[in-house]
């Protein structure tokens, strides 16, 4: 049963790494990120962080591995939402 919690544990994480991936792909298509809150997507990006620093040194490396994925991708739409917000 562990295991089992371990696995869905991980799928999680890239479950929710990918939910960030339409948003990006949106404000690529339309070339504007009008409607995205950046304080909003730094703050993701600074919990996702955290998470990446607790699992270092936990040494739990799904726990830090899945918020690395979640925090590039949250990222990009951070770093895309910046670019367009200041173009």
């Known amino acids: 049963m562990r295991e089992l919690v371990t696995l869905f544990f991980g799928l999680g994480f890239i479950f929710n790494a ?13 070339k504007s990120a009008r409607d995205i809150s950046l304080i909003t997507f730094a703050g993701f990006n600074m919990i996702q962080f955290n998470g990446i620093l607790y699992g ?10 899945g918020n690395l994925i979640s925090f590039i991708t ?10 367009y917000k200041n173009r």
């Open 18 to 30: 990918s939910l960030f991936i339409p948003q990006a792909l949106r404000i690529l298509k339309k």
């Open 56 to 65: 270092y040194y936990q040494k739990d490396l799904i726990l830090m591995y």
């Open 74 to 83: 949250c990222g990009s739409i951070t770093v895309l939402a910046t670019y």
